[in-house]
C-alpha cells in the first residue's frame, strides 16, 4: 500500500448541515444509459460483478459492468437505483455552491474513501470519476464554469448523458453516503480526492493535491459532448494531441496519463474492443472476461509500458492510442523511459495527475502552493 496522500487545504471552510441538505428541494431526473453501439472514447472505467467485488480500469468508454448494478438486475431496478443517486446528487447541488471544503472533514472523507476502496476494490471508477470531471477543461475559454474542468458538472444529468460518462453514475452511488456524511466538502473537492486517493490505494504514486473547488451550480455550467478523447480515432498520435494540447497538457503529461492503463480490462460487447475473455480474466475478480493490457490488471504499476513495447502476449490489449506512444517519435522518448524506470513513471504521473485536477478549477479561498 502506498503511502497517504498530501493534503494541502484552503483554510477558510463553510459547512452545511444535513437538515440543510434535506430540506432542499430535490431535483428529479432521469439518466438515460447509453447503447454498446455508440462510439469508443479514450476513459477510464471499472468492471465488476457485484458490490463487493473488484472493479478494473480502462480508457474505453461503455467497459463498465457496475459495481451497484448486478448483471442480474431487471432495467426498472437500474433505472430507480440510477434515478435516484441523481435526485440525491442533484438536490444538494442548490447549497452547495462557493464554499471552500473544511479540512477536517476532507482528511475524515478520506479515510472514508479508503474504507471504500479496500471493501468494495473500486479504485478504476474513482480514478475516472475525477479524470473525466477535469478533462473538459478548455483553456482557450476564460470564463468559469463555461471553460470546464474540475468543477463537478459532471453530476448533472446532461453531463453523464455523454458518451464518454456511460457508467459513471456507479461513482456516484459509491461515493454518496460518503457526500451526504460531509456536507462541509464540495462536490468537486470530492471527486479528486476520491481519484487522487484510488491511484494511491492501487500501489501507485503519492499525488500533491490541493481542495478548496467550487462547485458548478447546474445543468447550464456543463460543457458540451465531445470534449473527451477517443480510442481508435483516424490519427491517435494527432487526437491525442489536439485533445489534451486543448487542456495545457503536453506530450510528457499525455503518456504519463496514458500509463493508468496499467490496469483494466476492455469488453468487446460494450465497447468494441478487446477479446470476450483471456488467461488473465477468465475467473475475474469481478465478473469474468474482457481483455486487460496487462497481466495484474489491478496493480499500478509501469507494466503498461513494458507489455506496449514488447507486444508479445496476443491475451493483452493493445488500442491504437496504445500504440501510438512507441509509435510517435516524441511520446516514444517518454514511453521508453517508463518502461525502463518505474520511479521515473511515477514521478512524472503523480505531476500529471495533479495538474489535471487542477484543469479550470475556481477555488475559493483562491488557490495556493503547496508547499
Not at 479524470?131 to 474542468?149: F, L, V
Request: hydrophobic share 35%.
Amino acid at each position: 500500500m502506498a503511502n497517504p496522500v498530501s493534503l494541502t487545504l484552503n483554510t477558510t471552510t463553510t459547512t452545511m448541515s444535513s437538515s440543510s441538505l434535506r430540506s432542499t428541494t430535490t431535483v428529479a431526473s432521469r439518466l438515460l444509459f447509453s447503447s454498446s453501439s455508440s462510439r469508443s472514447t479514450l476513459s477510464l472505467s471499472a468492471s465488476s460483478s457485484s458490490s463487493s467485488s473488484p472493479c478494473s480500469i480502462s480508457f474505453v468508454r461503455s467497459l463498465v459492468s457496475s459495481p451497484i448494478l448486478s448483471s442480474s438486475s431487471s432495467l426498472n431496478q437500474k433505472r430507480f437505483q440510477v434515478a435516484s443517486v441523481n435526485r440525491s446528487f442533484n438536490s444538494a447541488a442548490a447549497v452547495t455552491k462557493c464554499t471552500a471544503s473544511d479540512p477536517d472533514q476532507l482528511k475524515s472523507a478520506r479515510e472514508d474513501i479508503k474504507e471504500l476502496l479496500n471493501t468494495k476494490f473500486c479504485h478504476p471508477i474513482l480514478v475516472r470519476l475525477g479524470w473525466h470531471d477535469a478533462g473538459t477543461y478548455n483553456k482557450n475559454i476564460k470564463e468559469w464554469p463555461q471553460r470546464g474542468g474540475a468543477n463537478a458538472s459532471l453530476r448533472f444529468e446532461i453531463e453523464l448523458k455523454h458518451a464518454a460518462n456511460a457508467g459513471l453514475v456507479n461513482a456516484l452511488n459509491l461515493i454518496k453516503d460518503i457526500k451526504e456524511k460531509y456536507s462541509g466538502i464540495t462536490y468537486a473537492d470530492l471527486f479528486q480526492l476520491a481519484s487522487a486517493t484510488a491511484i494511491e490505494e492501487a500501489g501507485g504514486p503519492k499525488i500533491p493535491m490541493k481542495y478548496g473547488r467550487v462547485d458548478a451550480s447546474g445543468p447550464e455550467d456543463c460543457p458540451e459532448e465531445g470534449r473527451l478523447p477517443d480510442a481508435g480515432p483516424p490519427s491517435p498520435a494527432n487526437h491525442l494531441r489536439e485533445v489534451f494540447y486543448r487542456m495545457g497538457l503536453d506530450d510528457k503529461d499525455i503518456v504519463a496519463l496514458s500509463g493508468a492503463h496499467t490496469l483494466g480490462r476492455s469488453r468487446p460487447e460494450r465497447s468494441g474492443w478487446g477479446k470476450p475473455e483471456t488467461k488473465y480474466t477468465k475467473e475475474g475478480p469481478g465478473a469474468p472476461g474482457g481483455q486487460s493490457w496487462t497481466p495484474e490488471w489491478l496493480k499500478f504499476d509501469n507494466s503498461y509500458f513494458k507489455e506496449i513495447k514488447e507486444k508479445r502476449d496476443e491475451d493483452l490489449l493493445v488500442l491504437p492510442t496504445d500504440a501510438a506512444i512507441f509509435e510517435d517519435s516524441s511520446f516514444k522518448v517518454y514511453a521508453e523511459k517508463y518502461a525502463a524506470d518505474q520511479d521515473a513513471f511515477f514521478k512524472d504521473y503523480a505531476e500529471a495527475h495533479a495538474k489535471l485536477s487542477n484543469l479550470g478549477a475556481k477555488f475559493n479561498p483562491p488557490e495556493v502552493s503547496s508547499p
